[in-house]
C-alpha cells in the first residue's frame, strides 16, 4: 500500500488551504501551478503562485521541495535521519526604480523577523524603466508534518505581506 511522504502530506496540506482560498473565499486568485518530479536528481517541487482579490501588483509564491536524500531517508527509514522538506515564499512584483526597496526589506524584517530576506533586480535590457524585484524567504529549517497546523497561518502571513507589499506599489504608483 502506498504510504505517502511527508513532501506529499504538506502539498496535500498547501493545496487545500490555497484553493479554498481561490475557490471558497475568493480572497486570492492562483496564476500558476508546478508539481514535478525532477528526473535527473530524483527530488520534488511544488509551487502555487497567487494574487490576492484586485491586486495585481504583487504576485506570491509558495513552494515546496524535497532532495532525493530527503526521500530516501524517509522512505527507507535510515535511522539517525530526520526528513523533511525545504520552505521558500516569494515575493514578485514590477518596480520603476530600486529606492523602494529599503521599504520592502523593512516589511519582511517585521513580517518574517528571524527569516533571511533576498531581493533581486532584473530587468529587459533596453527597457530599464520598469524592473521585476523578486523577494526571496529560504527557512533555514526543514519543516515536517509537525508543522502543519501551522500551514494556514503561513498562508495568511504571505497574504498580508502581500496586502503591505501592494500598498507600498500604490506609493510608487502615486509618485
Known amino acids: 500500500m502506498f504510504d505517502p511522504t511527508i513532501f506529499d502530506n504538506l502539498k496535500v496540506a498547501l493545496e487545500n488551504e490555497l484553493y479554498d482560498l ?26 502555487l503562485r497567487f494574487e490576492l ?36 515564499l516569494r515575493y514578485i512584483m514590477q518596480m ?34 520598469m524592473m521585476t524585484n523578486t523577494v526571496e524567504i529560504n527557512f533555514n529549517r526543514k519543516i515536517n508534518e509537525n508543522h502543519m497546523r501551522d500551514l494556514p497561518e503561513l498562508v495568511r502571513y504571505m497574504m498580508e505581506a502581500a496586502k503591505r507589499l501592494g ?3 500604490e506609493l510608487q504608483q502615486n509618485e
Open 167 to 169: 500598498e507600498v506599489m
Open 96 to 129: 520603476k526604480d530600486t529606492v523602494l526597496c529599503s521599504e520592502v526589506e523593512r516589511i519582511m524584517a517585521e513580517m518574517w523577523p528571524e527569516q533571511k530576506t533576498v531581493q533581486q533586480i532584473s530587468y529587459i535590457y533596453g527597457s530599464e524603466s
Open 53 to 88: 482579490t484586485g491586486e495585481k501588483r504583487i504576485s506570491a509564491e509558495i513552494e515546496l521541495t524535497a532532495s532525493m536524500q530527503e526521500l530516501a531517508a524517509e522512505i527507507l527509514e535510515l535511522s539517525g535521519e530526520n526528513p523533511g522538506c525545504v520552505l521558500c
Open 22 to 47: 481561490d475557490n471558497l473565499d475568493q480572497a486570492i486568485h492562483i496564476t500558476n501551478r508546478i508539481d514535478r518530479l525532477e528526473m535527473s536528481t530524483m527530488s520534488r517541487v511544488f509551487m
